[in-house]
């Protein structure tokens, strides 16, 4: 059995996650996710992405944009059942230096209106 687990390193260097690594728990810090207020945006964007389509249009879309493959995307799902594998991947596009509106804009480009207007709504 291969499995490969993705990490996203908790650090205020803002390091790329590695592979290899145990995922963190939910109850592990986490790290700022372009500075979203967690109430009015962070949280509505996760709870609409963390809800699995049948066309991928949700987190696993964005994960794959980051170049995770297919067994990575699993094995976040998996460790993330309990958690937000949005959040995890969202933590992940931070980690990268990617932006809020290169998120949005990566939301529109895909016809994820929906998601895309949380984000421009917290703005």
Known sequence: ??????CLVVAQDRSVPQV???LPSC?????????LPMFSVL?????VLDNDKADEHDWRLLARHLGLSTDDIQVVARQQRNC???????????????????LHA????????KEASIIAKGQ
């Open 43 to 47: 949280a509505p964007l996760c709870g």
């Open 27 to 35: 109850s592990e810090p986490q790290q700022s996710l372009f500075d």
């Open 84 to 102: 937000s594998p949005s959040k995890y991947v969202i933590g992940m596009w931070s980690a990268r230096g990617r932006t809020r509106g290169d």
């Open 1 to 6: 059995l291969f499995a490969v687990v993705v």
């Open 106 to 113: 990566f939301l529109e480009e895909s016809g994820m209106y």
């Open 20 to 22: 290899g690594s145990r």
